[in-house]
T-cell receptor, first 115, second 120 residues
Framework: NAGVTQTPKFQVLKTGQSMTLQCAQDMNHNSMYWYRQDPGMGLRLIYY???????DKGEVPNGYNVSRLNKREFSLRLESAAPSQTSVYFC??????????????FGPGTRLTVT | AQSVTQLDSQVPVFEEAPVELRCNYSSSVSVYLFWYVQYPNQGLQLLLKYLSGSTLVKGINGFEAEFNKSQTSFHLRKPSVHISDTAEYFC??????????????????FGKGTKLTVNP
């Protein structure tokens, strides 16, 4: 049981390049999330998916797109990377059954540098 | 909308000393509260959560937190810390009502984090 996995672990991009961050969970969770973590800013929600087939914007969605490929996988795409997107990106998932509150399980993160 | 304030960005303590990491929140609705820990170069893991019931919540690794509704606080405490507790700690809040009506997908709002350094 691997939990939440993310690829790649590290990535360096030049300004204007595109890339997709991959996330997969094997816990049969309904909801998945993408966060970015910047020094002194805590974690900020980029996008989330309440269930397969749905996605919604979080606090900082500009410059990103997401795809909930199936129940297991939730990808984050940077179409034209900018230095302001240099950050550590975390994917998370939760069971999120109605009337229950379940914790979010986090992946190990992807450290992205845009030069 | 909710917000979370962690009052200390860094807390240095000596091993075996007690520690308190402070968290205040702001919300116009009822909330759920969480503390997460992040060890160096790792993801976040849940320490403890307050959903309802007793206001004193016990978590993993000997940590506990107390929900104080009148002071809108959820401070984290440990009576005796170890070197291995060195990490960054995040307080988070979610909207209780939104979760129930939307049928899922809690949206967590995180504080900016407190770096706990335990020195020998």
């Amino acid at each position: 049981n691997a939990g939440v996995t993310q690829t790649p672990k590290f990535q360096v991009l030049k300004t204007g390049q595109s890339m997709t961050l991959q996330c997969a969970q094997d816990m049969n969770h309904n909801s998945m999330y993408w966060y970015r973590q910047d020094p002194g800013m805590g974690l900020r929600l980029i996008y989330y998916s309440a269930s397969e087939g749905t996605t919604d914007k979080g606090e900082v969605p500009n410059g990103y797109n997401v795809s909930r490929l199936n129940k297991r996988e939730f990808s984050l795409r940077l179409e034209s990377a900018a230095p302001s997107q240099t950050s550590v990106y975390f994917c998370a998932s939760s069971e999120a059954i109605k009337y229950r509150r379940d914790e979010q399980y986090f992946g190990p993160g992807t450290r992205l540098t845009v030069t | 909308a909710q917000s979370v304030t962690q009052l200390d960005s860094q807390v240095p303590v000596f091993e075996e000393a007690p520690v308190e990491l402070r968290c205040n929140y702001s919300s116009s609705v009822s909330v759920y509260l969480f503390w997460y820990v992040q060890y160096p170069n790792q993801g976040l893991q849940l320490l403890l959560k307050y959903l309802s019931g007793s206001t004193l919540v016990k978590g993993i690794n000997g940590f506990e937190a107390e929900f104080n509704k009148s002071q809108t606080s959820f401070h984290l405490r440990k009576p005796s810390v170890h070197i291995s507790d060195t990490a960054e700690y995040f307080c988070a809040v979610s909207d209780r009502g939104r979760f129930i009506t939307q049928g899922g997908s809690e949206k967590l709002v995180f504080g900016k984090g407190t770096k706990l350094t335990v020195n020998p």
